[in-house]
């Protein structure tokens, strides 16, 4: 059945200009992919399956290979989330459970205002402040007496995988936060009351709403931040030291495949250097896609879950 | 008969309002004591007071003394977590935890005392508190399966049960049947009438004919106020204040 008075033109018109702009918006994602797939395809065709899984990357030789960015993306947005996730989670615990009402409100205003300050910016105090406060106070030290962990292995130069990682956990706080918050706001009253009408502490209420409600909710809004450090390119390119190399130590400088973009667009001469660029992209566009994907269907399920009371 | 619990001059505040009003009443110990009242009246607040579950609510406020064990727990540092393990309470709404299985449900709260006990220790709390909330025979086979597959009524029990295994000496019920089908209802009813040899019980209801049925001593609030308190049979029959006759006759409410 139709929706809509039958018959009545206006409404029909404006049925239909929605219509257009919705479609629009799926057209644009459609043909940014189309696009992304037919610039990258000398790549695809020269190189296959072995893009993925190589690590050498000589334009000059014009071999070209994206594991080094592929895995510098994915090592500091692990990173970022390590540092991330119990930082924002915990905020939020004290926001919504513990901070008296006058200080809730500018408490979450002020974190989710972090959101708004442009990446650019936080590549700047990342030069200025993190990386070196970071290598005169922690990477020097820990390298000189935990050097022989293979992770925390010299020397240290200051832009780093560690650098980036941080920066970027910063950077996905506040959507952490603001989700965690909202999750731990859909609990029903009743079930913190059941805990604590048991003898159990605010502590245990807390440990336990968590873990019957709140876990596939915080679960989303970590593969939310997810998404936000894969695709975040600015600050990360300026404190990762931009070295396409896998090297172990977290100390040591990487890369990011929205980095390598940025970088070296300007400088693709040759028809499949540009396009191995560009093959980066799409696969960068797979990931957060398919990770974005992911989120939401967790937080969709949570939802509904806490839409049925249980 | 010695009292489970004296209230003297309570008040109590939401922000600026006041939603009780000088509440004076002893609570005998092993009886049934019903507060009945219409919608708005303060009995739910009441009964959360005495488990001081209004700690949490912001713009709380209350006045006056509530004694149990000889004890003011409104001063005499008295925590509140160790008072609720003595005062438990059952909700309105069935709320077992959804993520934990039947067992889970009755021995939580045994892990909030800190005290370690075996799997058969818990065992046996599990299995004397279900007994005790007339639930062990119906479930004694399925205690893996979640709390919240159960019925509504089997929920409410499962929940009576939970309150059980931490061996409060009260239990306060905020309206335990209001969300249940008459069957249900009457099994909780049977089940209060059980518990009371053990238990000192206090129930919220806003349905006469329940508190008739259950309670050896019923209060009537309105407003607010503690408008009278006697045997159910007096209250029912022969009430003192007019108010109360227009309430149980139906005239308002």
């Known amino acids: 059945m139709r929706r809509g008075a039958p018959g009545n033109p206006k409404d029909a018109l404006f049925e239909r200009t929605t219509a257009v702009f919705a479609f629009g918006v799926l057209f644009l994602a459609v043909l940014l992919f189309a696009l992304l797939v037919r610039e990258s395809l000398p790549s695809i065709r020269k190189f296959g399956a072995a893009f993925l899984v190589t690590g050498t990357w000589d334009p000059v030789a014009e071999s070209f290979g994206a594991l080094p960015f592929l895995y510098g993306t994915v090592v500091s947005s692990f990173i970022a989330l390590l540092i991330a996730v119990p930082l924002a989670v915990g905020s939020a615990i004290f926001i919504n459970e513990f901070a008296p009402e006058w200080l809730k409100a500018p408490v979450g205003f002020l974190a989710e205002l972090l959101a708004a300050v442009p990446s650019v910016i936080y590549g700047l105090w990342g030069i200025f402040v993190l990386v ?39 950077m996905i706080i506040p959507f952490i936060l603001s989700v965690s918050r909202e999750v731990l706001a859909t609990v029903p009253r009743i079930q913190k009351e059941a805990v604590l009408s048991l003898g159990g502490t605010h502590w245990e209420m807390i440990r336990i709403v968590i873990g019957q409600h709140c876990i596939p909710g915080i679960f989303g809004a970590t593969v939310l931040g997810l998404g936000r450090a894969l695709g975040e390119t600015m ?47 799409l696969v960068l566009f797979l990931l957060t896609f398919v990770v974005n994907l992911a989120a939401k269907g967790i937080l969709k399920t949570m939802v509904s879950r806490a839409s049925r009371g249980i | 008969m010695d009292n489970a619990l004296q209230v003297k001059d309570l008040c109590a505040w939401f922000g600026e309002h006041q939603v009780l009003k000088n509440i004076t009443m002893d ?16 009995k739910s607040t009441f009964i959360r007071c005495l488990n001081r579950m209004h700690d949490l609510t912001p713009g709380f406020r209350v006045s006056g003394e509530v004694f149990f064990d000889g004890r003011n727990i409104y001063t005499d540092r008295i925590d509140p977590v160790l008072l609720r393990r003595k005062v438990g309470m059952v909700f309105q709404q069935p709320n077992p935890f959804p993520r934990m299985s039947v067992f889970e449900n009755v021995a939580v709260g045994l892990k909030f005392n800190g005290k370690k006990r075996s799997r058969s220790e818990m065992a046996d709390v599990v299995e004397k508190s279900l007994r005790m909330a007339a639930l062990w025979d119906e479930l004694s086979d399925h205690l893996d399966r979640p709390g919240t597959s159960l019925s509504g009524g089997q929920q409410q029990r499962l929940c009576i049960a939970r309150a059980l295994a931490v061996e409060p000496e009260i239990l306060l019920m905020d309206e335990p049947c209001s969300a249940l089908d ?20 206090v129930v919220v209801t806003h ?45 308002f409410g």
């Not at chain 1, 935990?146 to 970027?168: D, N, Q």
């Not at chain 2, 249900?184 to 000192?200: G, M, Q």
């Not at chain 2, 503690?226 to 209250?235: F, H, R, S, Y």
């Open chain 2, 207 to 251: 349905n006469m004919q329940q508190a008739g049925r259950i309670s050896d001593s019923v209060a009537f609030f309105l407003l607010g106020e503690l408008i009278e308190m006697d045997t159910a049979a007096k209250i029912f029959t022969n009430p003192a204040d007019k108010r109360t006759e227009e309430y149980i006759t139906g005239r």
């Open chain 2, 27 to 42: 609570i005998r110990r092993n009886s049934v004591t019903s507060v009945m009242g219409p919608s708005g009246c303060g």
């Open chain 1, 132 to 170: 070196p406060v970071l290598r005169d106070y922690l990477m020097k030290p820990v390298a000189d007496h935990l050097g022989w962990i293979p992770f925390f292995r010299g020397p240290v130069y200051g832009p780093s995988m560690l650098a980036a990682g941080m920066l970027l956990s910063i």
């Open chain 2, 182 to 201: 008459p069957t249900s209802s009457a099994r909780i009813e049977d089940l209060i009438e059980d518990l009371s040899d053990k238990y000192t019980i």
């Open chain 1, 235 to 281: 600050a990360v390119t300026m404190v990762i030291g931009n070295r396409p190399d896998i090297l172990l130590s977290i100390f040591q400088p990487g890369h990011s495949m929205a980095g390598a973009i940025a970088n070296e667009f300007t400088e693709a001469t040759g028809e499949l250097y540009l396009s191995a660029l560009v093959e980066i992209g």
